[in-house]
């Protein structure tokens, strides 16, 4: 079977020997079961199935990955989701950590051996409420890590392309800036998009400000159990002094809070106290704000009142920025990682969902080749993604693309190939170089001789051309999206 199957398949062995498991084991089936959820299927079979879980003799959770590999990737990707999760889930406070297999021997005890007692419950959530960093303190996050090792969620990390390059502007416009350029910031788009690197960044980048601003990020599921656990103390005052004293507060996953009236009534003075006070608030949903199911008009009120920015879908172009990134982060742990040109090419073009499940897909291939001694080609990559429960894009030809381009407008494929410079004609052309460009792997000089024989420079102005417009212009929009779905069936 593949990794995939077998990596399932411990999971669920592993899941079999928790029939007489501590709470410690059935928060984990709960928090591991909403990860699943939300990161697919993919990213639960290559990365998730292969945790585990134990507890120290201190009473803290220390989710072990089988490699060191594994757990820079699991701190960086689900480190502050996973511990929002395990607050929600558990009674009672824990300390989260994240420890490759190596580490974990000296940190764990068995279950046999009794823990030590734990700590008295805290009325705030204090791994989400600490400090400046954009991740909750724990060993590995990148405020311990030593001088000189990479931190993954900034600005240099982030890949800027046609998709998010106005929410990039307006994040280091936040970042830079001593006063609110525009509150509150609302970033929103589908899961896997970037909204939480792109807060992540933000806070970042205001902690390494000279102005000596404090950012503060928290989750939504962090600031109603944090809220919800104050109310069961009958002490409000600390959590509101906590939230309330940074200078750029930045939550994520607001949709969370939607539907919970006292939460959404702390949410909306803590947001209005600090714009008050001219203190920035930064959101990120998967939903815009005029679409959130909030009771609330008020709050609602507030939140249109901002600026809310849009996050789309990578394309092409950005899909492959990504791809060098991540392989440029990967050989941090393996230096000898060589992934030709041609396999990112084909990477970018196939998986077209989320730069998320671009990365898992990409661990995978890693794992399946480098980590194993084989090389990285064509044939090794197909053969992973063949085992993978990954939806990837339908492989077009740039002959297809000039045939639909010219159905769609009622032109013939000589017209889009001709030197006919009529409106009528240019428009469709520039379109279907724009589509050849991004949904195939052709290079520019190729795009260019299959266009009746132009210049690759003629290519570049045509596909630069419709992706300036794309934003603006509704109706070039639809024309393109039309046929695209065309060319996918």
């Not at 201190?58 to 820079?72: D, L």
């Not at 969620?153 to 350029?181: C, L, Q, R």
């Not at 230096?335 to 995978?364: C, K, M, Q, W």
């Not at 063949?386 to 045939?403: A, H, N, W």
Request: aromatic share 6%; with cysteine; hydrophobic share 40%.
């Amino acid at each position: 079977m593949g990794l995939n199957n077998s990596a399932l398949s411990a999971a669920s062995a592993h899941e079999g020997k928790m029939t007489h498991a501590t709470p410690v084991f059935a928060t984990w089936r709960e928090v591991r079961s909403r990860l699943r959820q939300e990161y697919g299927d993919l990213v639960y079979a290559s990365e998730i199935a292969r945790l585990r879980v134990e507890e120290d003799a201190h009473g803290r959770v220390c989710v072990i990955c089988p490699t060191e590999f594994g757990r820079a990737w699991a701190e960086d990707n689900l480190g502050t989701r996973l511990r929002a999760l395990w607050a929600a889930f558990d009674s009672e406070p824990r300390d989260v950590l994240i420890l490759a297999e190596s580490a974990a021997a000296s940190a764990v005890v068995r279950q046999s051996e009794p823990a030590a007692p734990r700590r008295a419950p805290n009325a705030l959530p204090m791994r989400a409420l600490q400090g400046t960093a954009a991740m909750p303190t724990a060993p590995g996050t990148p405020a311990e890590r030593p001088a000189g090792s990479p931190v993954r969620f900034t600005f240099d990390t982030f890949m800027v392309g046609s998709a998010n390059v106005m929410a990039v502007t307006a994040a280091k416009a936040i970042a830079g800036s001593s006063e609110p350029p525009f509150n509150p910031a609302f970033f929103h788009g589908d899961y896997g998009v970037g909204k939480t690197h792109l807060l992540a960044a933000i806070a970042h980048a205001v902690g390494l400000g000279e102005s000596r601003r404090k950012a503060l990020y928290l989750t939504a599921e962090e600031f109603l159990n944090g809220f919800q656990s104050a109310l069961r103390a009958r002490d409000v005052q600390p959590f509101k002094d906590q939230v309330r004293s940074c200078d750029v507060l930045l939550i994520d996953d607001v949709h969370f809070i939607a539907g919970k009236p006292r939460t959404e009534d702390e949410f909306l003075h803590t947001i209005a106290a600090l714009i008050a006070d001219g203190k920035q608030v930064v959101l990120a949903s998967h939903t815009a704000p005029d679409q959130l199911q909030i009771a609330d008009g008020r709050l609602k009120s507030l939140l249109r009142g901002g600026f809310a920015c849009p996050l789309q879908s990578p394309d092409l172009d950005l899909r492959r920025k990504i791809i060098d990134c991540k392989i440029a982060q990967a050989r941090s742990h393996c230096a000898d990682l060589d992934v030709p040109e041609n396999v990112r090419d084909f990477l970018a073009a196939r998986i077209t969902t989320s730069a998320r499940e671009l990365e898992g897909v990409l661990n995978n291939v890693i794992v399946r080749t480098a980590y194993l001694d084989r090389p990285v080609t064509l044939e090794t990559v197909e053969e992973a993604l063949s085992e993978l429960p990954v939806k990837t894009e339908r492989r077009v030809s740039v002959d297809e693309i000039q045939k639909t381009v010219a159905a769609y407008f009622n032109l013939t494929v000589d017209d889009i190939l001709s030197k006919r410079r009529t409106q009528s004609v240019v428009r469709p052309r520039h379109i279907a170089m724009y589509l050849a460009k991004t949904m195939t792997t052709r290079s520019l000089p190729d795009i260019g001789n299959r266009f009746g024989g132009r210049d690759h420079s003629t290519v570049i102005h045509a596909v630069n051309k419709i992706a300036e417009r794309l934003p603006s212009d509704g109706v070039l929009a639809e024309d393109v999206e039309a046929i695209k779905r065309r060319l996918r069936g």
